[in-house]
């Protein structure tokens, strides 16, 4: 699906971030629309860090979305745990861009290729809009960034790899993260913090200016693979409005 997609404008330093939910299916998805999630992300716990929709579950995802029309949260989708293969990363972000999901997550691994990567993705982010995760637990290239700014990605995330070495904060401590906001908004990308965060972690994180704070684990009754709470999500929507 080919569309003209504006460069990003990050929020002004100082706005409250906005609250991205993973959901693992359509379920969940609704439950979490309904619930008020700025950003509803379509994410396969069971599957990894970035595990990916099926194709066919991405198309019913996206009529959904169409169907709730004005007011709707933002959508997002992940491109699952791809080698860092520049040729092999780039179909399947093409793959999940493809369904019309007009946000798709490239997970940006430790590799001496990942820039190459970035590079091989340019001409899908001139038509969707991209974003790069990088891993806290894998010693992130802050270099990167910059790379994702000139490839024409809308986007930069910070999560983490292995979802039981530890949540974001265990890895990188708030002056970092906010080095990395800080370096985001220079190349004119959106930012977003995730990876384990528990609910206690949004008044800490909020006060460093990324855009979004991403949940799925502590939106979770058992567990980032357990099922979706709406009790929850509420918890987390009135901490983050409280920062504002």
Same mark, same amino acid.
């Not at 930069?156 to 904060?169: E, F, H, V």
């Given at each position: 699906? @080919?569309?003209?997609?504006?460069? /990003?404008? /990050?929020?002004? #330093? ?6 991205? %939910? ?15 999630? $700025? ?15 099926? @194709? ?10 169409? &169907? ?26 093409? *793959?999940?861009? %493809? =369904? ?21 993705? @340019? /001409?899908?982010? &001139?038509? =969707? ?11 992130? $290239? ?5 790379? %994702? ?9 910070? $999560?983490?790899?292995?979802k039981k ?8 401590? #708030?002056?970092?993260?906010?080095q990395f ?9 959106? =930012?977003?913090? %995730? ?7 949004? #008044? ?5 200016? &990324? ?12 567990? *980032?693979?357990?099922?979706?709470? #709406? ?14």
């Amino acid at each position: 699906m @080919s569309r003209h997609v504006p460069r /990003p404008h /990050p929020a002004p #330093p100082g706005n409250p971030p906005g609250l991205l %939910a993973s959901v693992a299916d359509l379920a969940e998805m609704r439950a979490a629309i309904v619930g008020g999630a $700025d950003i509803v992300d379509l994410k396969q716990p069971a599957f990894g860090a970035l595990g990916a929709w099926s @194709s066919e579950a991405l198309d019913a995802a996206v009529m959904l979305w169409n &169907a709730c029309g004005e007011g709707r949260p933002a959508l997002s989708a992940t491109a699952g745990d791809q080698p860092m293969v520049p040729a092999i990363l780039a179909s399947a972000c093409a *793959r999940v861009a %493809a =369904t019309g999901v007009p946000i798709v997550k490239a997970g940006l691994f430790a590799s001496p290729h990942a820039a190459a990567c970035i590079a091989a993705l @340019s /001409p899908l982010a &001139a038509k =969707t809009r991209l974003v790069g995760v990088l891993f806290a637990d894998q010693d992130p $290239d802050f270099s990167l960034i910059a790379s %994702a700014g000139t490839a024409g990605f809308y986007g930069i995330m910070l $999560d983490t790899a292995d979802k039981k070495a530890g949540s974001l904060t265990t890895h990188l401590d #708030p002056l970092t993260l906010g080095q990395f906001v800080e370096e985001a908004r220079r190349n004119g990308l959106v =930012t977003g913090l %995730a990876g384990s965060l528990a609910l206690d972690d949004i #008044p800490v994180l909020g006060g460093i200016g &990324a855009d979004y704070l991403g949940f799925r684990g502590a939106l979770c009754a058992d567990g *980032r693979t357990g099922r979706f709470d #709406p009790v929850r999500l509420a918890q987390a929507r009135a901490l983050v409005h409280a920062l504002g």
